[in-house]
Nanobody, 119 residues
Framework: QVQLVESGGGLVQAGGSLRLSCAAS????????MGWYRRAPGKERELVAA???????YYLDSVKGRFTISIDNDKNTLYLQMSRLKPADTALYYC?????????????WGQGTQVTVSS
């Protein structure tokens, strides 16, 4: 099992910045990739950014150049630095971890942290 706990959400004005953190614990050695998802009211959940063990990253087009995903392996913590925030970034942000065990991938989720960007 992998436990994920997010923090760092809040209310910020448009143009501001926030840094989300996701602390992983448990069987973290199985983690092959981690990511941040978000779900805005009335919309589908979408992948915002992801990072693999080899350091490859992915960003949603609408956040490229504004968000940066990183991981501190010593602290087992995933980060999402968000800058130049827009009201459209308002959503519940979830941390995700993909865990590889033999030939099966397990997916773990945090409880989410709310980000609200005011105009």
């Amino acid at each position: 099992q992998v436990q994920l706990v997010e923090s760092g959400g809040g209310l910020v004005q448009a143009g501001g910045s926030l840094r989300l953190s996701c602390a992983a614990s448990g069987d973290t050695i199985c983690i092959s990739a981690m990511g941040w998802y978000r779900r805005a009211p009335g919309k589908e959940r979408e992948l915002v950014a992801a990072i693999t063990n080899s350091g490859n990253t992915y960003y949603l087009d609408s956040v490229k150049g504004r968000f940066t995903i990183s991981i501190d392996n010593d602290k087992n913590t995933l980060y999402l630095q968000m800058s130049r925030l827009k009201p459209a970034d308002t959503a519940l942000y979830y941390c995700n971890a993909d865990c590889q065990r033999i030939q099966t991938t397990y997916y773990y989720w945090g409880q989410g942290t709310q980000v609200t960007v005011s105009s």
